[in-house]
């Protein structure tokens, strides 16, 4: 079992930065694929970003360029570093973790531990 807690969130205008983070624990994270997805009020659960235990990041279309996932296996933490916010970025924030370390990083059928959200609120 990996138990996952996001961080970070919070209240920032238009052009701003934030960064989330997410800890790990009941179990080491090195051969996960990792990954963040978001989910606005009415809106589906969506893929943000994701990293591979090799070292490869995915993102989608939407952020790409402005936001930057990592991650620190000695602190089993992810990071999703987000820059030039926008008002459409706001969205509750979820950090997840796949078992197997697949290219397939989109479908949320592909991670099988999700942590409880943090909400992001970018002001105009």
């Known amino acids: 079992q990996v138990q996952l807690v996001e961080s970070g969130g919070g209240l920032v205008q238009a052009g701003g930065s934030l960064r989330l983070s997410c800890a790990a624990s009941?179990?080491?994270?090195?051969?996960?694929?990792m990954g963040w997805f978001r989910q606005a009020p009415g809106k589906e659960r969506e893929f943000v970003a994701a990293?591979?235990?090799?070292?490869?990041?995915y993102y989608a279309d939407s952020v790409k360029g402005r936001f930057t996932i990592s991650r620190d296996s000695a602190k089993s933490t992810v990071y999703l570093q987000m820059n030039s916010l926008k008002p459409e970025d706001t969205a509750v924030y979820y950090c997840?973790?796949?078992?197997?370390?697949?290219?397939?990083?989109?479908?949320?059928?592909?991670?099988?531990?999700w942590g409880q959200g943090t909400q992001v609120t970018v002001s105009s």
């Open positions: 997840a973790a796949g078992r197997v370390d697949t290219i397939v990083v989109v479908p949320r059928s592909t991670y099988d531990y």
């Open positions: 009941g179990r080491s994270f090195s051969g996960y694929v």
């Open positions: 990293s591979r235990s090799g070292g490869s990041t």
